[in-house]
C-alpha cells in the first residue's frame, strides 16, 4: 500500500485520497501556480492507523455516545479520542515511507531560515490537515482542524498525529454533527510542505465578500506568517482590485488597483529560531507601513485571477511572500456568497 503522493501525482478529482486541500495543491502544482514543494500522507495511511490500532469501533462508539446538549460530554469524548491517537504507534511501514519522502522533499529544497539560525541539517515544513470531506460544496472545514509550522523530522511523526486527532476537537465534532456527518467516515489525510519563512502573508477573496461584485477582488496582507490574519489576530491591509475583463478573446478592461486602505499592526506571527513560532511586536518603522506595493498587489491579483480562472469558480486563496517571490499554500472555494 503506498502511503504517501508528491503534489505532482495528484489532481483536483483525489480530494478521497489528499482531502481538499491536498487535491487543490496538487491541481495547482501541475496547473504551473507558484506552489512551495510538498507531499500528501493519503487518507489511506489514517485508516490503516486506526485499522491496525484496533480503533475503528472504538471511535464510532465514543462518537455515538455524544450527548450534543452537554458540551461537557463533547470535551470528555474529545480528550479520550486525541488522547488515545496520539499516544498509539504509527505503523512501522507508514513511518518509513513518510521519512523517505521528507528526505527526498529536503534534497530538492532550500532551507527556509537564513544561515546561522539553524543546525546544518535542519530542514522545515508545515504540516497540515486535509480532511477529505474538506472544501466540498456540502461541508467546508477551514479552520477546523490543526496545522504545525515550521516542523523539523524529529517532530514529523508527532505533528502528523496531532493533525489526525485534530478531527476529534470539540470543534470539528460538533461541525461534523451541525453538518449531520457524525455517522458518515471522515478521514484525515496531511499535507507536508516545505516551509515559506513569509515576509508578508495574506488572504485574497476572488471575488469581493461584501459587495459579491465578480469584477472585484479583496487582497488582504499583513506582516510575517498568514497564522495572524487567518486567526483574526490582526486588522490587516485590505486592497481591492479590479479584474481584468475580456470579451470575445480580447482584453476589454485591464485590471487595475481601486482601493488601498493600510492597518496599523502592532503584532505579528514569526518563525523561532529552534523551530515552531512565536508572536512578536512589529517593528516601530513598518507599522503604519504599507504591505505590498502596488506592482505586488497587481502581481499577486494576477495569479490569483489565473487560479479563479481555471477552476471556475470565486476562490478564498492563502498566500505568501518570501524574498520578493509570492507562493499559493491554499486555495478553497468561497462557500458564503
Same mark, same amino acid.
Given at each position: 500500500?503506498?502511503?504517501t503522493?508528491?503534489?505532482?501525482?495528484?489532481?483536483?478529482?483525489?480530494?478521497?485520497?489528499?482531502?481538499?486541500?491536498g487535491?487543490?495543491?496538487?491541481e495547482?502544482t501541475?496547473?504551473?501556480?507558484?506552489?512551495?514543494?510538498?507531499?500528501v500522507?493519503?487518507?489511506?495511511?489514517?485508516n490503516?492507523?486506526?485499522?491496525?490500532?484496533g480503533?475503528?469501533a472504538?471511535?464510532?462508539?465514543?462518537?455515538?455516545?455524544i450527548?450534543?446538549?452537554?458540551?461537557n460530554?463533547?470535551e470528555?469524548t474529545?480528550?479520550?479520542?486525541?488522547?488515545l491517537?496520539?499516544?498509539?504507534?504509527?505503523?512501522?511501514?507508514?513511518?518509513?515511507?513518510?521519512?523517505?519522502s521528507y528526505?527526498?522533499?529536503?534534497?530538492n529544497?532550500?532551507?527556509?531560515?537564513?544561515?546561522?539560525?539553524?543546525?546544518?541539517?535542519?530542514?522545515f515544513?508545515?504540516?497540515?490537515?486535509?480532511?477529505t470531506?474538506?472544501?466540498?460544496?456540502a461541508?467546508?472545514?477551514?479552520?477546523?482542524?490543526?496545522?504545525?509550522?515550521?516542523?523539523?523530522?524529529?517532530?514529523?511523526?508527532?505533528n502528523?498525529?496531532k493533525?489526525?486527532?485534530?478531527?476529534?476537537?470539540?470543534?470539528?465534532?460538533?461541525y461534523?454533527?451541525?453538518?449531520?456527518?457524525?455517522?458518515?467516515?471522515?478521514?484525515?489525510?496531511?499535507?507536508v510542505?516545505?516551509?515559506?519563512?513569509?515576509?508578508?502573508?495574506?488572504?485574497?477573496?476572488?471575488?469581493?465578500?461584501?459587495?459579491?461584485?465578480?469584477?472585484? #477582488? %479583496?487582497i488582504?496582507?499583513?506582516? *510575517?506568517?498568514? =497564522?495572524?490574519?487567518?486567526?483574526?489576530m490582526?486588522?490587516p $491591509?485590505?486592497?481591492?482590485v479590479?479584474?481584468?475583463?475580456?470579451?470575445?478573446n480580447?482584453?476589454?478592461?485591464?485590471?487595475?488597483i481601486?482601493?488601498i486602505?493600510?492597518?496599523?499592526?502592532?503584532k #505579528? %506571527?514569526?518563525a523561532?529560531?529552534d *523551530?515552531?513560532? =512565536?508572536e512578536?511586536?512589529?517593528?516601530s518603522?513598518?507599522? $503604519?507601513?504599507?504591505k505590498l506595493s502596488?506592482?505586488?498587489?497587481?502581481?499577486?491579483?494576477?495569479?490569483?485571477?489565473?487560479?479563479?480562472?481555471?477552476?471556475?469558480?470565486?476562490?478564498?486563496?492563502?498566500?505568501?511572500?518570501?524574498?520578493?517571490?509570492f507562493?499559493?499554500?491554499?486555495?478553497?472555494?468561497?462557500?458564503t456568497?
Amino acid at each position: 500500500m503506498k502511503f504517501t503522493k508528491t503534489f505532482n501525482q495528484i489532481n483536483k478529482n483525489d480530494a478521497d485520497i489528499a482531502g481538499g486541500k491536498g487535491a487543490s495543491l496538487g491541481e495547482m502544482t501541475q496547473t504551473g501556480i507558484p506552489v512551495p514543494e510538498g507531499f500528501v500522507i493519503l487518507a489511506d495511511a489514517f485508516n490503516y492507523f486506526l485499522e491496525k490500532s484496533g480503533l475503528i469501533a472504538e471511535v464510532e462508539s465514543e462518537l455515538n455516545k455524544i450527548n450534543f446538549e452537554d458540551p461537557n460530554s463533547v470535551e470528555e469524548t474529545s480528550e479520550r479520542l486525541r488522547g488515545l491517537i496520539e499516544k498509539i504507534e504509527v505503523p512501522m511501514e507508514i513511518v518509513e515511507e513518510i521519512k523517505k519522502s521528507y528526505v527526498e522533499l529536503s534534497k530538492n529544497c532550500k532551507p527556509c531560515l537564513p544561515a546561522g539560525r539553524l543546525t546544518a541539517n535542519s530542514f522545515f515544513v508545515a504540516v497540515r490537515s486535509s480532511a477529505t470531506a474538506e472544501d466540498s460544496s456540502a461541508a467546508s472545514w477551514a479552520g477546523e482542524l490543526e496545522s504545525y509550522l515550521f516542523t523539523n523530522q524529529e517532530l514529523l511523526i508527532t505533528n502528523i498525529k496531532k493533525c489526525w486527532s485534530s478531527l476529534f476537537t470539540p470543534r470539528a465534532i460538533f461541525y461534523r454533527h451541525e453538518k449531520g456527518m457524525i455517522k458518515n467516515h471522515v478521514a484525515v489525510a496531511v499535507v507536508v510542505q516545505r516551509m515559506i519563512n513569509s515576509d508578508v502573508s495574506g488572504i485574497t477573496f476572488t471575488v469581493h465578500p461584501v459587495t459579491c461584485d465578480p469584477n472585484q #477582488m %479583496i487582497i488582504e496582507a499583513g506582516w *510575517g506568517l498568514g =497564522e495572524a490574519i487567518v486567526g483574526g489576530m490582526i486588522t490587516p $491591509d485590505d486592497y481591492i482590485v479590479a479584474k481584468q475583463q475580456v470579451t470575445s478573446n480580447k482584453v476589454t478592461s485591464d485590471m487595475r488597483i481601486q482601493d488601498i486602505m493600510v492597518s496599523e499592526q502592532e503584532k #505579528m %506571527i514569526v518563525a523561532k529560531k529552534d *523551530g515552531g513560532v =512565536e508572536e512578536v511586536k512589529v517593528p516601530s518603522l513598518k507599522k $503604519d507601513k504599507q504591505k505590498l506595493s502596488e506592482d505586488q498587489i497587481l502581481e499577486i491579483a494576477e495569479i490569483c485571477q489565473k487560479i479563479e480562472d481555471h477552476y471556475g469558480f470565486p476562490c478564498d486563496i492563502e498566500w505568501a511572500f518570501e524574498k520578493s517571490k509570492f507562493y499559493i499554500v491554499q486555495s478553497r472555494p468561497i462557500t458564503t456568497l
